[in-house]
């Protein structure tokens, strides 16, 4: 899933440095995507942590 991820996000930033010639925002999307991506299956485990 990692890789998945991480070859998703370098094809998003290649998309977006070829057709608006501005890679800095298919970068900061990807790291924003990254981080809520991790931030909700850390608070998921939390809550299967604390119920389970």
Same mark, same amino acid.
């Given at each position: 899933? %990692? !890789? @998945? +991820?991480?070859?998703? &996000? *370098?094809?998003?930033? #290649? #998309? +977006?440095?070829?057709? @608006?010639?501005?890679? %800095?925002? &298919?970068? %900061? &999307?990807? *790291? @924003? =995507? &990254? =981080?809520?991506?991790? +931030? *909700?299956?850390?608070? =998921?485990?939390? *809550?299967? !942590?604390?119920? %389970?």
């Amino acid at each position: 899933m %990692a !890789t @998945y +991820s991480l070859l998703l &996000g *370098i094809l998003v930033i #290649i #998309i +977006s440095w070829k057709f @608006y010639n501005d890679w %800095a925002s &298919g970068l %900061a &999307g990807f *790291i @924003y =995507v &990254g =981080v809520l991506f991790w +931030s *909700i299956k850390l608070f =998921v485990q939390l *809550i299967k !942590t604390l119920f %389970a």
